[in-house]
């Protein structure tokens, strides 16, 4: 009540004295008892010896523009990157340990002030102390020490105060000159801020201001000698503390403030926030340096706070001279832990009220916290077992334990039901949930159960429906009621129960929470281990990882306004539901936002806050403030080697064809990914693709001869890539054998040894082929001249035989046709290709003497397509004849029934092919050979085999593709009814 009547009063204005004076003594108030009313803290690191620093005692800490974070401490200089943390000190030239302050000029120098008086430098990775430093000493004696506040590092000089004498100028030269002399003072300062400087004078009790246009001076209180004095200004506001008291002196009015602790650090950081370091009472923070307003955080209780700064992130870091260095990714986080007063900093569920938020601490104890209290109940009764869930429904908390349904009535815990063993087994109560007009469900191991008025009006076990383990239930205004169970999304309706799983398989896994967005009606499901599933109009959705979800293990889920937050073991996503539903929106929010640990319980959110159950406590933040982070990580590029040896770090660099092994070492300095940090980076030149790593360096052994440029960048937290990268050109030269003259030279002497070798070759296999080709024009006709002879003898034998039988008409007949075929085969054999009339008439005349011979024990047939060509086909002469031959002499001729032995041959044209058939109604190709070996017949015919060995020859010669093909027929009885031979001109 009294922090609300506070800011009430201080939003009010100074309407009259009295309202003047309650203003200042509440606002002096708040600051003693900021701490009492707020049961917070927040979310911060802690840097301390344990996890790698050099000492406990820091005196402050800054940031350099590359990003780097510069650590003065009892114990040296220290620089920390996000990875590594090294420490400077005297063994690496510093003139002492101790530092006091760093100051970073103009030209971005790091300088270290030492509490002795001297000044040092840092370059790279090393340490010069200043050049003019005894010139410095030599004004001091043992009682008279520089004032470390007071140093101002301009482009070619340097000024600094010393205590008890004045302010002095010491120029590039090494020249000292005093600006002024203050004899007696206690304390004096300077501070420089654009174009003002401040100076103190105790002694005078008056602080003098001095600027480029006016010099005035303000009536102080005494300060004592040698008392350290901090001077800041925002606009016409100049601040001075001294001891426990700040004076805020405003155009000449001069305001005072008491603290009960001794301020020892006073700074005005990049937001205009006023921060207020105490010896050994933590700091305290004013937004917009406002007095008026109460503090903005009370934070780090006994530490004692040297200096505050903010980062290029946003993210503050404070350091202290007794407890290391403290972290804070940004100030809107908040923690609720032991230390604010919970009994067990592991939280498994929580839940809000109108003014309180409940939660199950450790696993018999709930706390009831608002922002200046925290109330815990501790049921130490063994009769309450295990508590599993609470709910805040119908003004009232409702509290589940493994057997039986609490509410919380004056404070006290009073028992509603108690489930029953079933089967001998104890059921449990997962959670509760909330239904219409009042009544509430449990979702049980072994079903359901409705409560209203206090008593049980439905129970799923007694309706003898399915046994289903529930792990939560959501109902629709219209009373139908979504169960997420162990075993899928199942669906409660006019007393039926419906699986989904059926229906998809995805919907058959465990379900471990379920909640409906008000606006697009949409139905949420989380599944562990594969991440968040949207039902919306009978099309389902699944969400996870790949979809930009901070983890597919998925605990709880909470539907507020337009999104919907998912807690996971990893941290929290925020999914917009008015996003494209094939590519959702969707926030991502860790600890390295400043969330209090990465492993959520449970997550309930309202108008103002969003609130978190870990087992590090309660954490909560602001979700109206809460932005993605747009600070783009700047990676530069720290180191190259080349055959392991480092090269100074330069835009360009040019290296010789043996030295091409290269290492690029890079850095994005990026806090809050809490060295982390993504990269990328392409050699273009020689890599196509981004090469998506987390190490900090890039390796390209035996690098070809070329240009190349090398280019890294880095992402957030969030995952936004750096708006500029970091890239170096390569040049690898060519060795002199890659040069072009050398190679016009070796293909001068390469061309020239080819051409001569070409021509050799060139005659040589034109004189092989010529022989060749003559050589096997006198093969085919020495074959042919082979096969006509074969066939002659065999026309002779027909024409004795009509001799001897005196068939005198038969004879000159079988005489005349057999002269006209020998003149034909004469004339034939003179070539290797003739037309395929010719082949016909030459076919027609062997098979009219064949028939002659043989007169009715033979028919024969010669068709031709009419699409045949018989003048332009072109075939090697007498290729079919023998075939022809084979199919009377072996299968027409050895029939032994009545019938007529049929030849056809049938000329076809079948993808540009020329197909020749012949078919016989033999007595087949095996039949004729038992017969042969029974007449023990050594006569060998040489006709196919000749014929086979000029088909070989021609297709070597002419490069076609004629072949031969036979096929058996048989009858239904497979016994062999005659043969086929295909004969397949391809050209």
Known sequence: MFRWLLVFLLSKPFDNEFNSILRGFLLITSLFFSTFLSAQEVVYTHFSTDLGLFTSKTNQIIQDPTGYIWIASSNGAMRFDGYTLVNYDMSDNLPENEVSRIIIDAKHKIWFVHPSGYLSRAFSDSITPYEYNDSIQNMLNYSEMLEPQSVYIGKNFIEFNILEKGRFHLNQDGILSSIWTVKDSAATIDLRKGECRYFVSSHQKRLRIFTNLTTYSVPMPVIGANEPVLVVSKGDTVLMSSQNKLYEIVKGSIRTFTFNNAIISLQIEQKGNLWIGFDSDGVMCFKNTDLNQSAFCRELDGNSISSVFRDQENSIWMSSRNNGLFYIPSEIFHQISTKQGLLDNNISKIDVSDRYLWAITGQKAIARIDFFDIKNYELSNPDFSIITDLLWYNSRLWVSFKNKLCYLENDNLVELIRTKPQNDIQTRINKISAGLQ???????????????????????????????????????????????????LWKFENKSLYNFGIRNPILDKNANDITKDTKLKALWLSINGIGV???????????????????????????????????????????????????????????????????????????????????????????????????????????????????PNRNKIYLDNDANNIRIEYLSIHFKSRGNVKYRYKLEGLDREWIYTTDLIASYPFLPSGDYVFIVEAANESGIWSKKTAQISIHVNSAYWAKWWFYTIISFFILGGLFALYRIRFRTRAQKEKIQREMNQYRQMALTRQMNPHFIFNSLNAIQLYILQNDTRLSNKFLTKFSKLIRLILENSQTTLISLEKELLTLNLYLELESLRFKEKMEYAIDIQDEIDTLGVKIPPMIIQPFVENAIWHGLMNKNDQTTGQLGIIFSLEDENIICRIEDNGVGRAKAKEINAEKNNTHKSMGTTITQDRIELINSIYKTNISVEYIDLFDDKQESKGTVVKITFTY
């Open 533 to 647: 599933v949207r039902i919306q109009n009978d099309s389902i959705w699944v969400y996870n990882q790949d979809d930009g979800l901070v983890s597919n293990s998925v605990n709880a889920l909470y539907a507020y306004e337009n999104d919907i937050w998912v807690a996971s073991r990893d941290g929290i996503s925020k999914i917009d539901i008015n996003s494209n539903p094939n590519k959702p929106n969707i926030v991502n929010i860790t600890v390295n936002d400043g969330l209090i640990s990465n492993e959520v319980n449970d997550i309930v959110v309202n108008n103002q806050y969003v609130f978190v159950a870990t087992n590090k406590g309660v954490g909560y933040f602001e979700h109206k403030r809460f932005k993605v982070s747009d600070n783009r990580p700047n990676t530069m590029i720290t180191n190259i080697l080349v055959n392991e040896e480092s090269l």
């Open 438 to 488: 009042g009544d509430i469900w449990l979702c049980k191991s072994n079903g359901f159960a409705g409560i209203k008025n206090q008593k049980i009006y439905f129970e799923s076990s007694s309706e003898k429906k399915q046994n289903l383990n529930i792990n939560a239930i959501w109902t629709d205004p219209n009373g139908t009621q979504w169960l997420a169970c162990k075993n899928g």
